[in-house]
């Protein structure tokens, strides 16, 4: 009975909704025609309690569908998908450069055909890293996989340099990088600098400065620094100035920061050896051609230390009269400097950890070998203590993505260049380009400047700073060498130079690109402030380091 009652109740309810439609009211005919008897009644007693709870909700639902307009529009189209695959003309390119050399070019006399097919296929690597038709991994993959698969190299070979020391230090650099974001101690050592020097626009800029020059040593990535530590901050004191980017405001105070601090971002990159992933594999390469450089953390130091120091002295000074800010004052910053420190709260059990194992592993690093305790174990001694005391966990190093391309296309790079020399090729170059600097009848030091300059003004064709080092540092250390330049010397002034250059152009490094990106600095200027104080750089390192390298004896 209760279920007849039910679905009375439910035909009634609906009718409401359907009785004005012909279509819907023959349909409820349909419906009462097989309705239960009618001694079945509504009015029963027991059937009440059910009876409005189902017919009011009922009634809703019907009121909305009646209600609810019709959307008669389109729907969206869908969204292109990502181009897949390499891209095509960059494809083309980068693969013909090496077919031409391999098959349009005679072998010539001193190379065997094994070391020419290899120096094609590095070739044709190269030009892929510089047009990008993949990513740079993948395309250094497949470089890798060429060689082998045509028998250039064996399997062993190929991937021999994957057992590098230098690789994986410079992997365990990203890690330590990570670190120091992760636990704002980055951020708060600038903090500080900001809240003791920033009451004019100059000291503030001399405080975001030496900060990076003292955190450089342990935290080797320029480009982490820029976009993890010191760019936040700029940003937050310009716009509490009142300087907003992609706005004339911008002049205020933010456009002068970024220059001074990206232009500044160089020489403290090349002041340190592990203050940037491309120095140690400049070191690497320069060991590949004999170039050994004993105790290197310390040799690399004093060798820089000051015309890096001078130039970092006065590279700020030197904007504030070519590019000025219009705010000279911030007498706020080191009142924001000092809430955001608040804020912070006292230094933290991690920031502590995260001190000392950068103070152990700076220690180890510059008396490694008095110790026997070579650079990268001293790094994975550190991130140990790191992984252990819960600073990092493994995910943090699984999703630095960056570290494990690096180590992908680094090392390709680098077992290609070593077998390379191993081939003869590498001493086959230098064979020839000694042969034509002496029909010009230069002397060392005039192919040492001719060399160092070609070197870095070549930069404006690449965008990456380790590519550069790859794709060029053997073959111009190789030319120093073979015009009679001493090789520490010239491996050292062509890893000083691979620092510098990194502020040119707004694609030259990973820095530059997320100083540009901040809004704050027209395109226009970034090239003229890149091209000057590539020049006057270049003034103070020839005129200091002349002296300076005479005195340590590098010549």
Request: with cysteine; proline share 7%; net charge positive.
């Given at each position: 009975?209760?279920?007849?009652?039910?679905?009375?109740?439910?035909?009634?309810?609906?009718?409401?909704?359907?009785?004005?439609?012909?279509?819907?009211?023959?349909?409820?005919?349909?419906?009462?025609?097989?309705?239960?008897?009618?001694?079945?009644?509504?009015?029963?007693?027991?059937?009440?309690?059910?009876?409005?709870?189902?017919?009011?909700?009922?009634?809703?639902?019907?009121?909305?569908?009646?209600?609810?307009?019709?959307?008669?529009?389109?729907?969206?189209?869908?969204?292109?998908?990502?181009?897949?695959?390499?891209?095509?003309?960059?494809?083309?390119?980068?693969?013909?450069?090496?077919?031409?050399?391999?098959?349009?070019?005679?072998?010539?006399?001193?190379?065997?055909?094994?070391?020419?097919?290899?120096?094609?296929?590095?070739?044709?690597?190269?030009?892929?890293l510089v047009l990008s038709p993949l990513p740079v991994g993948a395309w250094a993959f497949i470089g890798l996989t060429a060689s082998i698969v045509t028998k250039t190299l064996s399997f062993s070979a190929a991937f021999s340099a994957f057992t590098s020391e230098v690789i994986?230090?410079?992997?365990?650099?990203?890690?330590?990088?990570?670190?120091?974001?992760?636990?704002?101690?980055?951020?708060?050592?600038?903090?500080?600098?900001?809240?003791?020097?920033?009451?004019?626009?100059?000291?503030?800029?001399?405080?975001?400065?030496?900060?990076?020059?003292?955190?450089?040593?342990?935290?080797?990535?320029?480009?982490?620094?820029?976009?993890?530590?010191?760019?936040?901050?700029?940003?937050?004191?310009?716009?509490?100035?009142?300087?907003?980017?992609?706005?004339?405001?911008?002049?205020?105070?933010?456009?002068?920061?970024?220059?001074?601090?990206?232009?500044?971002?160089?020489?403290?990159?090349?002041?340190?050896?592990?203050?940037?992933?491309?120095?140690?594999?400049?070191?690497?390469?320069?060991?590949?051609?004999?170039?050994?450089?004993?105790?290197?953390?310390?040799?690399?130091?004093?060798?820089?230390?000051?015309?890096?120091?001078?130039?970092?002295?006065?590279?700020?000074?030197?904007?504030?009269?070519?590019?000025?800010?219009?705010?000279?004052?911030?007498?706020?910053?080191?009142?924001?400097?000092?809430?955001?420190?608040?804020?912070?709260?006292?230094?933290?059990?991690?920031?502590?950890?995260?001190?000392?194992?950068m103070l152990l592993a700076v220690t180890l690093w510059i008396c490694g070998e008095t110790l026997g305790i070579p650079s990268v174990v001293a790094a994975?001694?550190?991130?140990?203590?790191?992984?252990?005391?819960?600073?990092?966990?493994?995910?943090?190093?699984?999703?630095?993505?960056?570290?494990?391309?690096?180590?992908?296309?680094?090392?390709?790079?680098?077992?290609?260049?070593?077998?390379?020399?191993?081939?003869?090729?590498?001493?086959?170059?230098?064979?020839?380009?000694?042969?034509?600097?002496?029909?010009?009848?230069?002397?060392?030091?005039?192919?040492?400047?001719?060399?160092?300059?070609?070197?870095?003004?070549?930069?404006?064709?690449?965008?990456?700073?380790?590519?550069?080092?790859?794709?060029?540092?053997?073959?111009?250390?190789?030319?120093?060498?073979?015009?009679?330049?001493?090789?520490?010397?010239?491996?050292?002034?062509?890893?000083?130079?691979?620092?510098?250059?990194?502020?040119?152009?707004?694609?030259?490094?990973?820095?530059?690109?997320?100083?540009?990106?901040?809004?704050?600095?027209?395109?226009?200027?970034?090239?003229?402030?890149?091209?000057?104080?590539?020049?006057?750089?270049?003034?103070?390192?020839?005129?200091?380091?002349?002296?300076?390298?005479?005195?340590?004896?590098?010549?």
């Open positions: 009975m209760e279920s007849f009652a039910l679905h009375s109740l439910s035909t009634t309810a609906t009718s409401a909704s359907f009785s004005h439609h012909p279509s819907r009211q023959s349909l409820l005919r349909r419906i009462s025609s097989r309705s239960p008897p009618s001694s079945i009644s509504l009015r029963s007693h027991s059937i009440k309690p059910l009876a409005f709870p189902l017919l009011k909700p009922i009634h809703r639902f019907s009121t909305r569908i009646a209600a609810a307009p019709r959307d008669d529009s389109p729907p969206p189209p869908p969204s292109p998908q990502p181009p897949q695959g390499a891209k095509l003309v960059p494809l083309i390119l980068s693969l013909s450069v090496g077919l031409i050399l391999r098959f349009a070019v005679s072998v010539p006399e001193g190379v065997t055909p094994q070391g020419w097919q290899l120096l094609s296929i590095f070739l044709s690597t190269i030009a892929g994986w230090l410079i992997v365990i650099s990203f890690f330590f990088a990570r670190g120091f974001v992760k636990t704002g101690l980055g951020d708060r050592i600038a903090t500080y600098f900001v809240k003791w020097l920033g009451k004019s626009t100059l000291g503030l800029s001399y405080g975001l400065t030496l900060s990076e020059a003292l955190i450089a040593p342990a935290m080797p990535s320029t480009t982490a620094r820029a976009g993890g530590i010191f760019l936040p901050i700029i940003k937050s004191l310009s716009l509490s100035a009142g300087s907003k980017p992609g706005d004339p405001s911008s002049r205020k105070l933010g456009s002068y920061l970024i220059q001074s601090q990206f232009q500044c971002a160089g020489n403290s990159s090349a002041l340190f050896l592990t203050a940037a992933a491309q120095n140690l594999l400049c070191l690497k390469l320069a060991e590949e051609l004999g170039v050994v450089i004993a105790n290197p953390w310390v040799s690399w130091f004093k060798a820089a230390s000051l015309p890096a120091i001078i130039s970092l002295l006065c590279t700020p000074l030197i904007l504030y009269k070519l590019y000025p800010p219009e705010t000279k004052d911030t007498p706020d910053a080191p009142g924001i400097a000092a809430l955001k420190l608040k804020q912070m709260g006292p230094v933290t059990k991690n920031e502590w950890i995260m001190v000392g194992t994975m001694i550190g991130l140990s203590i790191l992984l252990l005391l819960g600073v990092l966990n493994w995910d943090d190093c699984l999703s630095e993505k960056s570290a494990w391309d690096t180590l992908a296309w680094f090392a390709v790079l680098v077992g290609m260049a070593g077998q390379l020399t191993n081939l003869g090729v590498v001493s086959w170059m230098s064979d020839c380009v000694a042969k034509a600097l002496q029909s010009l009848s230069l002397s060392w030091p005039a192919a040492f400047g001719l060399l160092q300059a070609a070197y870095f003004f070549i930069h404006y064709l690449f965008a990456s700073q380790t590519g550069h080092v790859g794709a060029l540092f053997s073959a111009f250390l190789a030319m120093n060498i073979a015009a009679g330049v001493p090789g520490i010397l010239a491996a050292l002034a062509l890893a000083y130079n691979t620092n510098l250059f990194g502020a040119l152009t707004h694609y030259s490094s990973g820095q530059a690109a997320v100083y540009y990106g901040a809004g704050y600095v027209d395109l226009p200027d970034v090239f003229k402030i890149g091209f000057v104080m590539a020049t006057i750089n270049a003034i103070i390192w020839g005129v200091v380091g002349t002296f300076w390298w005479k005195f340590l004896g590098l010549y």
